[in-house]
Each structure stands twice: as structure tokens, then as C-alpha cells.
């Protein structure tokens, strides 16, 4: 089962990710993160389908997602 992981000190409050959701999953924090940025959570993990548009959206990298054990980064390189 999909996973999705935000690191939310990587993250920068755009909103990209949430925008990008098919399923609604992700949803803007009510805080603010160690860069006093507001960021990206999951709300409702149960929706994700494991699409990943999040993880391509997402221009901070700041989205990963763990697959029956292991943690896959996009665009990490
Ligand atoms: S993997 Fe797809 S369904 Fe799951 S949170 Fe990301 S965009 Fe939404
Ligand atoms: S796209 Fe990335 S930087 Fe933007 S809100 Fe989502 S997790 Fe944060």
C-alpha cells in the first residue's frame, strides 16, 4: 500500500501538491514549520490511489512516497 511522506521543513507553502490531488488527500497546515513557512500535511490518507502527482509536483522535493517498506524520492538527484 502507497504511503505518501511530507517533510515539512523542506516544505515552502505553495500549495502545488494540494492543487495537484485528484483524491484530496493533502491539505495546508494551520502552522508553520521550522523555516516559518505554513505547509503541505495529509489529511485523509485513506483517499490516496499512490497516483504520485504529488511527489512530480512538488518543486522542493519535499514529497516522497514509502511502497510496502521503502521510500522512494523524485527528482532527488
Ligand atoms: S499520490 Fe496521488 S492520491 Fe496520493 S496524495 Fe499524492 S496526488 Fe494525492
Ligand atoms: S508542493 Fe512541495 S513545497 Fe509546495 S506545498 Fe506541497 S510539499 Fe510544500
Avoid: S, W
Avoid at 488527500?25 to 483517499?47: C, D, S, T, W, Y
Avoid at 490511489?49 to 524520492?73: E, F, N, Q, W
Wanted: charged share 20%; proline share 4%.
Amino acid at each position: 500500500m502507497a504511503q505518501v511522506v511530507i517533510d515539512r521543513d523542506r516544505c515552502k507553502g505553495c500549495g502545488l501538491c494540494v492543487q495537484a490531488c485528484p483524491q484530496n488527500v493533502l491539505a495546508m497546515a494551520r502552522e508553520l514549520n521550522a523555516k516559518a513557512n505554513v505547509f503541505a500535511r495529509v489529511g485523509e490518507p485513506r483517499h490516496c490511489i499512490g497516483c504520485r502527482l504529488c511527489c512530480i509536483a512538488c518543486p522542493d522535493v519535499a514529497i516522497a512516497m514509502r511502497v510496502t517498506g521503502t521510500l522512494y524520492h523524485y527528482f532527488a538527484y
